[in-house]
Each structure stands twice: as C-alpha cells, then as structure tokens.
C-alpha cells in the first residue's frame, strides 16, 4: 500500500461525459459507505481519486492535521494498514484508492497538492464529494463539528465545488465484511443516489466553467434507507429544498449526570439556530425535514463567505460607536 514513483506518469482516463472527482469522508477510506460510492461513481463512468483519513476522525471539523511521522505509530482502521506503513499510501489493487494519516480537511490537501500533481499529471477536479458519511450532519451546529462537512468547506475556500453527504447509517462497517450487492443496503442505496445527484450537476452545468458558484457547498442528509427503514419501504427517497438553521436546529451540548458524576454527550436546539438572517426563510430546515422521517433527503446550500448580512453588520458596527475611524 505504498506510492511508487512509477506512478507519475499515471493519467485519468478521460472521455466526454467522464468528469473527475475526488472522494473524501471521515469514517475512514476502508468504510462501506464511501467505498460503495467509490464503486458506482466510478461505474458511472466518472474518473475518481479517493483520498480519505486512515483512521476514523468523525467529529473532528475542519481541524486541519498532517503526519508528525513518516509511518504511523498505530495500526488505522479496523486494523487494515499496520502501525510501521508509510503514513500515507494506496491500495495494491487500485491506485486511485488512498489514505492519508490527517484528517478530512488535510486530506483535500494532500490531494490537491501531492497526489495529483506526482500521480495523476496534476488533474483538475470538477468536484469533490465527502461521504456518504455514517450519520446524519444537520444544522450549523453538526455542520462546523462534522469532518465531512470539514472537508467540503475545506475544498470550497481552495474554489472547488463541493458537496457533503450524511446518511443515517451509522454503522461504522469495514467494508470487506460489509460491501456487497444488496439492494436494501443502506450503502448501495445511498451511494446510487449520490451517482444521481452528481450526475444532475454535471447535467445542468452543461458547457459552463464550473460544476457550482464559487464559495458553495451543498450539505445533503439521507433519511433511513433500506433495512433501516420502515417495513424496508425507503429505497429511493425524494430530494427536498431546505436550510440548514430553522425548526429544531441544533447542536452539540453536554449534560450532567448525576449519578455518574460525569458529562454526556447530548444534542440541544437552541434558539439561534432557528433565527433566519440570510437566504430563503421559507424553506424548511434540513433537521426538520429528516426528523419526519418520510423517506426524503434534504438539500441545503451553504457559503463560505462567514460575513454577516448588510442589516446585521450595521447594526453590530453601530454598538462599537467611538471605537471605530
């Protein structure tokens, strides 16, 4: 699982529907979600280039790591590359399958500025998608703790369009015990709808520069599908418009237990969640839509330009008075 310097001169195939896309998550490259889209994408004729964390950094945000070692000091994921291998490399079988020893946010880096540059002639990528990810990442509040979506606004301030994924599946599964042909598998499931929502974007781009605007990213939830859906009736949920603050945002808390004497974990809805500044206020929030838990996906659209809306600005700028020029 190592790179080789006869690589370099490796190339992707490129034909005139083919576009080229790099693939990242944080549960790891070796999780069934994101090698069962690595597998239709690139079935649907798509040139893909995985690079995904060797171990699992869910949660880990946009925290930007990068290997203090040339090898790694303990075995990654589900044991599948050894403590003492290269801390980054790939699968014997397929070059185009990495891990990197970082985390989601590194590893659109080490993408963009070592992979593709030493081994695919330096690629242009027309997008980049993160997941499916094992979990749903709903709200702001998931949306700056997520290593999925850590790494779609990573690859959005580079200029690149991009989209994170979150499925409901938490399931934390390796893919050699896991990956099959299963049509009520959550991961087959989801990884066909990513194949038809890419698929729509290249679509609509048409003879357009870019795939999306630049600074967008699209942060896309997957109800429960399949085997963990109701009397398995979920197997092609429809798509809905959304935002990502509104009814029941919310974010990650902690509360105290008193008979342990220690903090929980805890999800919490909090009204500045719910509050709409910017974009369309009439569309539904993305944690209201999947908490219906009516087969359907949501869609919401985020930007990272962090200003604050014009009115908002004003009024912020305003309580600083004499402080300013």
């Known amino acids: 699982m190592q790179p080789t310097l006869a690589l370099s001169s490796l190339l992707l195939v490129a034909s005139a ?3 080229n896309i790099l693939l990242t998550n944080d549960d790891s490259w070796v999780s069934t979600n994101i090698r069962a889209t690595y597998r239709d994408l690139t079935s649907a004729g798509h040139n893909v280039v995985l690079v995904a964390p060797v171990s699992q950094r869910s949660g ?8 203090y070692s040339k090898t790694l000091q303990t075995d990654g994921e589900f044991g599948y590359v050894k403590a003492g291998a290269p ?7 397929d070059k185009n399958i990495w891990y990197f020893n970082g985390t989601p946010a590194s590893c659109v880096a080490f993408a963009l500025n070592y992979v593709s540059p030493k081994f695919f002639n330096n690629v242009t990528f027309d997008l980049v998608v993160a997941g499916p990810n094992e979990g749903t990442n709903m709200s702001p509040g998931f949306f700056t703790g997520s290593g999925t979506d850590g790494a779609t606004y990573n690859a959005a301030y580079r200029g690149l369009p991009a989209i994170a994924f979150s499925g409901s599946n938490g399931n934390n599964s390796f893919f050699k015990d896991s990956l099959d042909e299963d049509p009520l598998e959550p991961s087959n499931i989801y990884s066909k709808k990513v194949v038809q929502f890419v698929d729509q974007l290249f679509t609509a781009q048409g003879n357009n520069p870019r795939t999306m605007p630049l600074q967008t990213l699209y942060n896309v939830n997957l109800p429960p599908v399949g085997y963990q859906s109701k009397n398995e009736a979920c197997t092609d949920p429809e798509w809905v418009f959304t935002r990502l603050t509104g009814q029941d945002a919310a ?3 902690l509360v105290w237990n008193e ?5 929980v974990w805890h999800s919490t809805p909090f009204a500045a969640l719910s509050a709409c500044n910017n974009g369309d206020c009439s569309l539904p929030s993305e944690t209201w839509v999947i908490n219906q838990n009516n087969c359907k996906s949501s869609v919401s659209v985020g930007s990272v330009d962090y200003d604050a809306n014009i009115q908002l600005t004003n009024e912020a700028k305003a309580l600083l008075g004499p402080l300013l020029l």
């Open 17 to 19: 529907s083919a576009k």
């Open 60 to 67: 880990w945000g946009g925290k930007f790591d990068v290997p």
């Open 87 to 93: 801390s980054w490399g790939h699968e014997d079988n």
């Open 251 to 253: 974010s990650m808390d």
């Open 259 to 263: 008979t342990s004497q220690m903090p």
